[in-house]
Every structure is written in C-alpha cells, then in structure tokens.
C-alpha cells in the first residue's frame, strides 16, 4: 500500500506529521478490516469518521503540528510535561474522539501491560 505522508523534524524531534486521507469509505473500511478490526472495533473507535466519509467527505489531507514540542525545544526542557500547561477540556478528555476510552484489552496483551487498581 502506498502513502502520501509527510513529517517535519528538527533535530531528531518530530515536530509536524500528516497525510492526504482516505476518504473512499469502502477502501478504509477494507485498510480496517486489513488490521483485524472488527466491525464493533471500527465502529466504537473511528465511527465520526467513517460515517463523514459515508456521507461524502471530500478529498482532503491534514497535519499536526506539535507546539507542545516545539516549545520544549524551544525552552530546553527534556519532557513534554515540563511545557504542557493543561489538557484539552478540564477533564482531559478529547471530544472529537471520545479519548481517553476503555483499554482493549488485546493491545494491553500485545504490549505487556496489566491494569491495576490504586489504593
């Protein structure tokens, strides 16, 4: 499969990432179910955006830029958390994507990771 993506990095830190999208909806279904999704997988995690591209997104690319990175270059810091200031809304949540969501617990499998309760 080929891509059309692209990074900026400086010094090592990237800084910049982004890609023209697929915006056929069959064919991102298809690179979904290549990943061994599931259909309730495909849903529960990128449903807002399968559905846009169901209802005709145009064709379109995107990029993020990193200022958090660019301002800890920029200030020497060694970890994005000594120039976070604060999270996305009071709770931390991300509304477009319903982040941060239930752990799958297949991917914590893969890594090797356990979920614990704090006392």
Do not use: W
Request: proline content about 4%; hydrophobic content about 45%.
């Amino acid at each position: 499969m080929r891509a059309q993506c692209y990074d900026l990095v400086l010094n090592g830190t990237e800084l910049l990432s982004g890609s023209i999208r697929i915006t056929d909806y069959e064919l991102q279904q298809k690179m979904f179910e290549l990943l061994g999704l599931t259909k309730e997988e495909i849903d529960a995690k990128f449903g807002f955006l399968v559905d846009a591209y169901r209802f005709g997104a145009p064709p379109h690319g995107g990029a993020g830029i990193g200022l958090d990175r660019l301002a800890m270059i920029m200030c020497g810091a060694e970890s994005l958390r000594d120039v976070v200031a604060f999270p996305k809304v009071q709770n931390a949540s991300e509304l477009m994507s319903g982040a941060p969501a239930v752990a799958d617990p297949k991917a914590l499998e893969e890594l090797a990771l356990a979920l614990t309760d704090e006392e």
